[in-house]
């Protein structure tokens, strides 16, 4: 038996006669004559009564007529996923990132031309998330630590600027800015290593030749949050992730000459995939705007901005 005659049978059941079949088919009404009898030879059964206008089924034909009815739609519907659906419409896609801020605003414009999108977002540090991608357990990722790798892939669409994140009562939190020789001696609440914020503050805090009192290590960046605002020390936040929370306050470091850029990834041999690709192509076009969403970016930030997201790498 083959899915030819099982199809052939099913078209001149559908169809109630072989000439029609036949033309839905575009084959020879002789070759699709000769798949139904291979078949009813096969099975040792006759499947059709043919009249002098059309067939009609009989018993068993009924019976196998709703076995391949429920077959071919079943390849309907495959094909409608695979070439509708999924590559137009739809599609799950795993995305990791090191923070869910820059992230989501790529995935809800994503949406607006795939309504049916579906996604998981994982949330790490820069490192894990390049992992993920590695390990192929992430289709995509958001993440500030440079890809190098040849394995990968990506767009560097935006560039941060580092400032402090203080409770909103604290001596530095009305101010509208704050050089980095001003946090000598204070202490720190920061993520753990391999944390891509930390590695470049940490880089700034080299070039100044400036040392922190202390350093309070948490793993999350809720955490994080959580213990600034509850006073346990001073935090450091990328300008476009600090959010909103009435309990805290940003201040931007002004000279700290040390950025942040994020990079939008995948693998370099996925990325023609048509949902890998939109992701990519909807972080370059949309990344640009979002200081606008959660925090007016300086002048500096957008004339950074605006010069290297639409540059685009394969690490050779």
Same mark, same amino acid.
């Given at each position: 038996?083959?899915i030819?005659? =099982?199809?052939?049978?099913?078209?001149?059941?559908?169809?109630?006669?072989?000439?029609?079949?036949?033309?839905?088919?575009?084959?020879?009404?002789?070759?699709?004559?000769?798949?139904?009898?291979?078949?009813?030879?096969?099975?040792?059964?006759? =499947?059709l009564d043919?009249?002098?206008?059309?067939?009609?089924?009989?018993?068993?034909?009924?019976?196998?007529?709703?076995?391949?009815?429920?077959?071919?739609q079943?390849?309907?519907?495959?094909?409608?996923?695979?070439r509708?659906?999924?590559?137009?419409?739809?599609?799950?896609?795993?995305?990791?990132?090191?923070?869910?801020?820059?992230?989501?605003?790529?995935?809800?414009?994503l949406?607006?031309?795939?309504?049916?999108?579906?996604?998981s977002?994982?949330?790490?540090?820069?490192?894990?998330?390049?992992?993920?991608?590695?390990?192929?357990?992430?289709?995509?990722?958001?993440?500030?630590?440079?890809?190098?790798?040849?394995?990968?892939?990506?767009?560097?669409?935006?560039?941060?600027?580092?400032?402090?994140?203080?409770?909103?009562?604290?001596p530095?939190?009305?101010?509208?800015?704050?050089t980095?020789?001003?946090?000598?001696?204070l202490?720190?609440?920061?993520?753990?290593?391999?944390?891509?914020?930390?590695?470049?503050?940490?880089?700034?805090?080299?070039?100044?030749?400036?040392?922190?009192?202390?350093?309070?290590?948490?793993?999350?960046?809720?955490?994080?949050?959580?213990?600034?605002?509850?006073?346990?020390?001073?935090?450091?936040?990328?300008?476009?992730?600090?959010?909103?929370?009435?309990?805290?306050?940003?201040?931007?470091?002004?000279?700290?000459?040390?950025i942040?850029?994020?990079?939008?990834?995948? =693998?370099?041999?996925r990325?023609?995939?048509?949902?890998?690709?939109?992701?990519?192509?909807?972080?370059?076009?949309?990344?640009?705007?979002?200081?606008?969403t959660?925090?007016?970016?300086?002048?500096?930030?957008?004339?950074?901005?605006?010069?290297?997201?639409?540059?685009?790498?394969?690490?050779?």
């Amino acid at each position: 038996m083959s899915i030819t005659q =099982l199809k052939a049978f099913h078209i001149v059941a559908q169809s109630g006669g072989f000439s029609q079949a036949a033309r839905d088919m575009a084959i020879s009404q002789s070759t699709l004559s000769q798949h139904v009898r291979d078949l009813e030879a096969l099975c040792g059964q006759n =499947l059709l009564d043919r009249k002098a206008r059309g067939v009609s089924l009989s018993a068993h034909g009924e019976r196998l007529f709703e076995i391949t009815s429920r077959l071919f739609q079943a390849e309907k519907e495959a094909n409608a996923f695979l070439r509708g659906e999924a590559g137009t419409t739809g599609g799950h896609l795993r995305v990791a990132a090191d923070g869910p801020i820059l992230a989501l605003p790529i995935l809800s414009r994503l949406k607006i031309d795939r309504p049916k999108l579906t996604f998981s977002l994982a949330v790490d540090n820069s490192a894990r998330v390049i992992d993920q991608i590695i390990d192929y357990r992430a289709d995509v990722a958001i993440t500030a630590q440079i890809p190098d790798d040849p394995r990968l892939h990506g767009v560097r669409f935006l560039s941060m600027r580092l400032g402090l994140c203080v409770p909103a009562s604290h001596p530095l939190a009305s101010r509208d800015g704050v050089t980095m020789k001003e946090l000598e001696g204070l202490s720190f609440v920061m993520r753990e290593r391999g944390s891509r914020t930390r590695e470049i503050f940490e880089k700034n805090l080299a070039d100044h030749s400036i040392s922190i009192h202390q350093i309070v290590e948490i793993s999350s960046r809720e955490g994080v949050r959580e213990a600034i605002a509850n006073g346990v020390g001073c935090g450091v936040v990328a300008d476009l992730e600090f959010g909103h929370d009435i309990r805290l306050s940003f201040v931007p470091i002004d000279d700290a000459r040390e950025i942040i850029d994020e990079y939008a990834i995948c =693998l370099a041999e996925r990325r023609h995939l048509p949902l890998i690709r939109g992701f990519l192509d909807e972080a370059s076009r949309l990344l640009p705007e979002v200081g606008d969403t959660f925090r007016t970016p300086s002048p500096l930030q957008k004339a950074t901005t605006k010069t290297i997201f639409s540059e685009s790498f394969l690490t050779q």
